[in-house]
């Protein structure tokens, strides 16, 4: 059709129809409503209504106008059909003697039509004339005095008919008004007939919700088989049985929108009204209500969206407040309880539980809020108060003003930021003992430094002096000691950062262990004259660990009590079996350790308060390394001190094992022996540092072994060719070719594959042995090497 077929069907429409833009002016009108109103086009459109339908000037209160205006105007506000009930209405009819106004009664409903971003393009009026059914419903009487006498037969007949007529088109034009106002109803509804529940009539809205039209005529179970088992039978079969009525809210049901298509879910609220005869007796329902879903989506939109936020609240620890000036009360969100310990309602009761150092800063910062700066933050100290903890809370708020700008309440939020005060703290603290320790670290390098740089002068000056010369390499030999020392603690202490450190676990006596502590530690102790006393129960102690590490976690302790105790002090050492558990304590009545520090003793870089003379020496990672190899063992360690000058007490618990069930050990005695009827045998030393090869070889040959010295990897293959070593001493990082590739090179040649291999590097971390190993080295030294150690492996061959 086109647009001229569409014009032409709007003018035959039986309907009448006026068609107005949303300023209200005639845009055009059907030929039913031109003449109900007796105007043509040319008379009205293009005019404003109001100017195009006046008022009666004779009589203003004869015409609603203003209803009728305000429904206009309703429908083009909410976009939706707006109904007027009966107005009335003027119309300006022409006669012989000049235009008059005649009242009319309509009920009108007006419909906007809206583009497709929902603004209105147009607004149509569909009035329905009922002023017949005004004028007969007004008095029967009157009705009956209007017409024609009976005697005057043919024209009574006339006027019944006419009657008649007036009467059915009265009832036909408000059936369809009725029906009009039915179908436009804002909710659905639905008129159920007989026990079977089938649908009589369904409005516009109805369709909506269920997505198709198939229902008038069948039972609701044939229309909406999806809905059955729903639970609507039960509650449609009592409302029809008992005849009264039913309501829900918000009551979900199920309904299948397209044929084929999916099941979507819907949210009613719904009511059942029965539906009765002239005689009470039901006979059928009336179903309206509305579709809520869209809103119970929003609210569980909401409820979701509160509960998330409550729960990053909770999670934040974050309270949300706000303060009126005029009362002094002090709203807050539910989570108060839990971040501050108690429910304020004033903010003066806040100000009691604030740090006392922290309440002038929290006043000053509300007032430069409220004298102009509009907002504050600040981070203060705050004691809950319900456990007493201190806390620290980062408060923030923003002043709100009244409409004569002055200011009304201040709403903010405050944070429990402990845990991140804590971090930093925690942070600054371990900033400050890596501080700490790398000045220590310095002072500790140096102390080694300088007695060897004085006795390597004195070796100079005093080569014709044996015994000076002897004095000054013990000088040398002791400081080098030192500083293998410190630099092992450091490693030590890097691998067990990294999880690094292995155990070469054994059946071990722990008697054993105590005696070479004891050993390691002796030269310090009798160095600063203490006494010390050894107290074990009879019986071996066994348990099952690596006797190195436990002798280093013993030996640890015996020398910081040796360290930490005034001279001629007094040190225990007791070693007693209870419960499945050996018991190692070391104690002294030495400087003892404050209260402050004694949670801390085993943490790295911890060390007690130095004098200026830092007499005592040391990283402060010793502790640190005991905690971890001993629990590495499965076992404990603990310290007790009543605090400063009351000396301290540190124990070392192990799991024992059952002696019966322990290895026998091999007595080093007899490695010793070995050692000292060695025979000679033929070395080669590969290491790019001269002096180090060198001083390694005179030192090897004082022992009588046969040695030769390669700087080059090329060479020393050259070299082995011509005379086969017994045993390669190879440095690791050589030029051209590293020293794992000259081992495999020297294994692969038949005349040097049975030799002993020896690696010697400053590389000794656990994947450096591993490496090593599968190469074909048989031992791994890092630098510097422990001469006794090579003496006894060089014994015992590959042992």
């Not at 649908?199 to 999806?226: C, D, I, S, T």
């Not at 639970?231 to 199920?254: H, K, N």
């Not at 309206?288 to 979701?304: L, P, S």
Request: proline share 6%.
């Amino acid at each position: 059709m086109n647009l001229n077929d569409y014009r032409a069907l709007f003018r035959a429409t039986p309907y009448p129809y006026l068609v107005m833009a949303p300023d209200l002016t005639i845009v055009g009108a059907s030929g039913a409503y031109l003449r109900s109103v007796q105007r043509t086009e040319e008379d009205i459109v293009g005019r404003y209504v109001f100017d195009a339908f006046p008022e009666d000037p004779a009589n203003p209160d004869a015409t609603d106008i203003a209803e009728v205006k305000a429904s206009m105007l309703r429908a083009l506000a909410k976009g939706e059909p707006d109904t007027t009930a009966f107005v009335r209405y003027a119309v300006e009819v022409p006669t012989p003697n000049g235009p008059r106004f005649e009242e009319r009664y309509w009920s009108t409903v007006h419909t906007p039509v809206l583009d497709d971003d929902g603004k209105p393009l147009l607004v149509i009026q569909n009035p329905v004339d009922v002023t017949e059914l005004y004028r007969f419903d007004a008095d029967a009487q009157v009705a009956t005095l209007q017409l024609t006498p009976p005697s005057e037969s043919n024209a009574g007949n006339f006027n019944r008919a006419q009657m008649h007529e007036a009467l059915s088109r009265i009832l036909n034009n408000e059936r369809e008004h009725l029906r009009s106002l039915f179908n436009q109803a804002p909710g659905f509804v639905a008129v159920l007939m007989g026990p079977k529940h089938v649908f009589e009539m369904v409005n516009e809205a109805y369709y909506q919700l269920v997505g198709h039209r198939e229902l008038l005529g069948k039972a609701v179970w044939e229309a909406l088989p999806e809905v059955a088992g729903q639970g609507y039978e039960e509650f449609l079969d009592r409302v029809y049985t008992t005849g009264q009525s039913w309501a829900t809210r918000a009551m979900p049901i199920a309904v299948q929108r397209e044929p084929g298509g999916p099941i979507a879910q819907r949210y009613v609220d719904l009511v059942y009204e029965p539906y009765k005869d002239q005689y009470g007796t039901t006979i059928g329902i009336f179903a309206q209500g509305y579709d809520v879903t869209d809103a119970v989506e929003a609210q569980a939109a909401q409820r979701e969206s509160e509960e998330r936020l409550r729960d990053g609240m909770h999670a934040a620890k974050m309270v949300v407040w706000d303060w009126d000036f005029a009362s002094g009360e002090l709203a807050y969100s539910d989570n108060t309880l839990l971040v501050l310990g108690f429910q304020p309602a004033t903010m003066d009761a806040i100000r009691e539980y604030i740090h006392p150092e922290d309440r002038d800063k929290i006043a000053a910062s509300h007032r430069r809020a409220l004298e102009g700066a509009g907002s504050y933050q600040e981070v203060v100290r705050f004691v809950r108060a319900d456990n007493g903890r201190q806390i620290w809370l980062d408060s923030r708020g923003k002043v709100q003003f009244d409409a004569e700008g002055r200011p009304a309440r201040m709403r903010g939020v405050t944070v429990d930021v402990t845990e991140r005060y804590q971090a930093e703290l925690e942070l600054r603290e371990a900033n400050r003992k890596k501080d700490e320790f790398l000045a220590m670290l310095a002072h500790e390098l140096r102390n080694p430094l300088a007695p060897i740089s004085t006795a390597a002068e004195m070796l100079r000056l005093s080569a014709d002096d044996p015994a000076r010369a002897r004095k000054a390499s013990e000088v040398i030999s002791r400081q080098v000691k030192h500083m293998v020392s410190l630099v092992d603690d450091l490693l030590d202490v890097s691998r067990v950062t990294r999880g690094l450190v292995e155990l070469e676990k054994d059946d071990v006596d722990v008697g054993a262990v105590v005696a070479s502590a004891v050993e390691q530690s002796r030269p310090l102790i009798e160095a600063r004259r203490h006494a010390l006393t050894v107290r074990a129960e009879p019986g071996a102690a066994l348990v099952h660990g690596d006797r190195t590490r436990l002798v280093q976690v013993v030996a640890n302790l015996l020398n910081n009590a040796a360290k930490y105790t005034p001279q001629g002090g007094a040190i225990g050492l007791e070693v007693r079996a209870r419960g499945g558990m050996v018991a190692i304590s070391v104690s002294d009545n030495g400087i003892g350790i404050d209260a402050g520090l004694l949670p801390h003793v085993f943490e790295l870089f911890t060390q007690a308060e130095r004098t200026p003379d830092r007499a005592q020496g040391g990283l402060g990672i010793g502790l640190a390394l005991v905690r971890t190899i001993v629990t590495l063992h499965g076992g404990t360690v603990t310290v007790e001190s009543a605090g400063p000058g009351a000396g301290s007490t540190f124990t070392i618990a192990l799991p024992a094992i059952d002696a019966g069930a322990a290895r026998a050990r091999t007595p080093h005695a007899g490695q010793d022996a070995a050692a000292a009827a060695a025979p000679a045998m033929r070395v080669m030393i590969v290491d790019d540092n001269v002096d180090a090869a060198e001083s390694l070889a005179i030192l090897l040959e004082a022992q009588g072994h046969a040695v030769s010295v390669q700087s080059h990897p090329r060479d020393a293959i050259e070299a082995a060719q011509s005379r086969p070593p017994q045993v390669f001493i190879l440095d690791i990082g050589l030029p051209d070719m590293d020293g794992y590739e000259l081992a495999r090179r020297l294994r692969a040649d038949p005349a040097t594959a049975g030799a002993l291999f020896i690696a010697l590097t400053g590389y000794g971390q656990a994947h450096d042995r591993i490496l090593s190993r599968s190469v074909g080295f048989h031992h791994h030294f890092v630098k510097p090497m422990d001469p006794e150690k090579l003496k006894q492996i060089l014994a015992v061959g590959r042992a």
